[in-house]
């Protein structure tokens, strides 16, 4: 399946929410031809009726995807509207989190290819990453293809098996709320040290995000940028003293929260 195949036969998005307008975002400014696109949302934002796209118009009869990013909650609402397309040629890519590839096959039809993806929030701005894997009917060509699109909004990694998604749900699917508290927290304890509280927030913010770019960007191990910026005996130290220790710093802290997360998640998937 290719992106010409998508704009000669359509594609449908349900649900358009923070996570479908971001990826809709990205293939539209990726060139994507607004008309190829259905979308079923019950509430369409102001933004997406403005992008020229099909809201609410009904299905194409044999799109080449359909992408599925509605709320878990909302799913046995919203999905019996895609079974017409179901056990055919049309894609379903699930962005849906904790529903297994199973209650899609036993919703869509058992032939049905569908590839289940986890993106996360920073996708919103195009920085996201997201894990897939697909069933027994989702080829690799399709795979490719949702790969594809998903890369309008950040990286794309493949997983081995769908067993690996809770984890990955506990690690980057959560995990940008985990950064967010972190820059919470950050900032409070500046106030405490006697911060203006602006003025820490935007240090805490600026720190946590350039520290990231660094990460990602820097030929080092995380491990060792660490060991780069860290003096003996200096103030570095003293605070990984408390942050790396093994009974109460972040090593079984965060060991404790994406358990938390994972089993969380492997409970939604039954």
């Known amino acids: 399946m290719s992106l010409e195949q ?21 293939w539209l400014s990726g060139g994507l031809a607004p008309d190829a696109v259905w979308v079923l949302d019950p509430h369409p934002s102001d933004w997406l009726l403005a992008t020229g796209v099909h809201v609410n118009a009904g299905l194409p009869d044999d799109p080449a995807l359909a992408l599925i990013a509605v709320k878990p909650q909302m799913m046995g609402e919203a999905l019996p509207s895609m079974q017409a397309l179901g056990n055919g040629s049309t894609v379903f890519l699930s962005v849906a989190a904790g529903t297994s590839i199973a209650s899609f096959e036993t919703a869509l039809g058992a032939q049905s290819p569908i590839i ?39 990286q794309v990694v493949r997983l ?17 709320a985990y950064v967010f508290h972190l820059i919470e927290t950050l900032a409070a304890a500046g106030v405490a040290e006697g911060l203006p509280a602006d003025l820490a927030m935007r240090l805490a913010k600026a720190t946590v995000g350039g520290a990231g770019q660094l990460a990602e960007d820097a030929d080092e191990t995380p491990s060792q940028l660490r060991v780069n910026v860290t003096s003996p005996n200096g103030t570095t130290q003293a605070a990984l003293e408390v942050l790396m220790d093994e009974g109460n710093g972040f090593p079984p802290l965060l060991r404790r929260a994406v358990k938390a997360a994972t089993d969380r998640s492997k409970e939604l998937s039954k």
């Open 6 to 26: 998508i704009e000669t036969r359509g594609m449908v998005l349900l649900g358009c929410g923070k996570m479908g307008s971001a990826m809709l975002a990205g």
């Open 116 to 154: 289940r993806a986890m993106p996360n929030t920073p996708a919103a701005v195009g920085r996201g990453i997201t894990a897939i894997v697909g069933n027994n009917h989702a080829t690799g060509a399709q795979l490719d293809m949702a790969e594809t699109l998903l890369n309008a909004v950040g």
């Open 160 to 176: 081995d098996d769908e067993n690996q998604m809770d984890a990955v749900t506990g690690v980057s699917g959560s995990g940008p």
